[in-house]
């Protein structure tokens, strides 16, 4: 009898602890998404097919979807993605748009633009402004270069350009790569 007593109150006590530890210890969302979301571009602009980055990070984690669907993060958003999930990296799903090596912004030419407002309608983070009938402009600190709004507009006023050099975003360029002299 003495022993039946020892273990219940050996599993009640152990019971209690664990108890303890998954309320204490608990994991909220999928820390595996969590990692992928940070690796992303955070352009929020649905190329993926998804509606945002992180509903795009939670199916990767899932294995609901191929780690190469971000155009705006490129080939360096697949390969960080597959080194964190152990995964051979491919290039990026032409199906979903192209990358630029030089990050671009949207620029509309107000003199052609018609305030037709599809673009502002079609730009995920809200960095075009303007009203109906009226010129609309592009907040460039806001533009993440993801070309959503090329295909609404009608009178294919809006082009894609490198941003403003200015003092705080230029950088010294790289050297040219010197050439091995060839002995004659």
Known sequence: MLGVLV???????????????ALRYRVDGD??????????????????????C????EAIAAGEADINQCPPG???????????????PKPVNAENGTTSDVPLVAVIDEQTCIGCTLCIRACPV??????NKRMHTVIE????????????????????????????????PYP?????????
């Open 7 to 21: 273990v219940g109150a050996l599993a009640l006590a152990f019971g209690l602890l664990l108890g303890y530890a």
């Open 31 to 52: 820390p595996v998404a969590d990692h992928i979301d940070k690796l992303l571009p955070q352009t929020q602009c649905g190329q993926c097919t998804f509606p945002g």
């Open 54 to 57: 992180r509903p795009y990070a």
């Open 74 to 88: 490129g080939e360096a958003t697949v390969k960080a993605i597959a080194e964190l999930l152990g995964v051979e």
């Open 126 to 131: 809200d960095a075009i402004v303007g009203t």
């Open 141 to 172: 600190s806001e533009c993440t270069g993801c070309k959503l709004c090329l295909p609404p507009c009608p009178v294919d006023c809006i082009t894609m350009t490198p941003p403003a050099t200015t003092p705080a975003n230029w950088k010294w």
């Open 176 to 184: 040219a790569p010197q050439e091995q002299e060839q002995a004659a």
